[in-house]
T-cell receptor
Framework: DAGVTQSPTHLIKTRGQQVTLRCSPI?????VSWYQQVLGQGPQFIFQ???????GRGNFPDRFSARQFPNYSSELNVNALLLGDSALYLC??????????FGSGTRLTVV | AQRVTQPEKLLSVFKGAPVELKCNYS??????LFWYVQYSRQRLQLLLR??SRESIKGFTADLNKGETSFHLKKPFAQEEDSAMYYC?????????FGTGTRLQVFP
């Protein structure tokens, strides 16, 4: 089992651009969550999806959106990038909502 | 508001010394608490959760509802314990993390 895989691993974007981050959960896991980790802080919850439905949303602006596909993989989209969006974006999957397993993350740098 | 507080950014000890990483939480209801660890250049991984009451890599953590704490303890630190440690609280389907404590174990 490859675990939770995220792509790309690193990304550099310009202010105002849009970005799409991808996540493949562990096989059989139907729940995917996204977190943002700014340097020096703990991860902050952005979204949770279960069976393709949004189950939770953190305190992030509407520029952030996500979706989950029939194979349970997920994408996180961020529009109109700001410098402050520079962070490590983590994806986590779980089977029943317990025991989240995290991916290695996508390091996004906005210049 | 639900919140997790880790008061120490950095904890430095010598090998063989006892370790206690502090975690306090604010939550109405029955909390579900976790400790996650991130070793250098590795992904965030679950260390232990309070409901399992198990010891992983010699670490234990006891939930104290009176003091709203979930401190992580190990009687004898090892150099390989050096890592970033995050305490987290589960609120419905999301985890609320503290800011983390970096543990440095010197030889």
């Amino acid at each position: 089992d490859a675990g939770v895989t995220q792509s790309p691993t690193h990304l550099i974007k310009t202010r105002g651009q849009q970005v799409t981050l991808r996540c493949s959960p562990i096989s059989g896991h139907k729940s995917v969550s996204w977190y943002q980790q700014v340097l020096g802080q703990g991860p902050q919850f952005i979204f949770q999806y279960y069976e393709k439905e949004e189950r939770g949303r953190g305190n992030f602006p509407d520029r952030f959106s996500a979706r989950q596909f029939p194979n349970y993989s997920s994408e996180l989209n961020v529009n109109a990038l700001l410098l402050g969006d520079s962070a490590l974006y983590l994806c986590a999957s779980s089977f029943t909502g317990d025991g989240y397993t995290f991916g290695s993350g996508t390091r996004l740098t906005v210049v | 508001a639900q919140r997790v507080t880790q008061p120490e950014k950095l904890l430095s000890v010598f090998k063989g010394a006892p370790v206690e990483l502090k975690c306090n939480y604010s939550y109405s209801g029955s909390p579900e608490l976790f400790w996650y660890v991130q070793y250098s250049r590795q992904r965030l991984q679950l260390l232990l959760r309070h409901i399992s009451r198990e010891s992983i890599k010699g670490f234990t953590a006891d939930l104290n509802k009176g003091e709203t704490s979930f401190h992580l303890k190990k009687p004898f630190a090892q150099e390989e314990d050096s890592a970033m440690y995050y305490c987290a609280l589960r609120n419905t389907d999301k985890l609320i993390f503290g800011t983390g404590t970096r543990l440095q174990v010197f030889p």
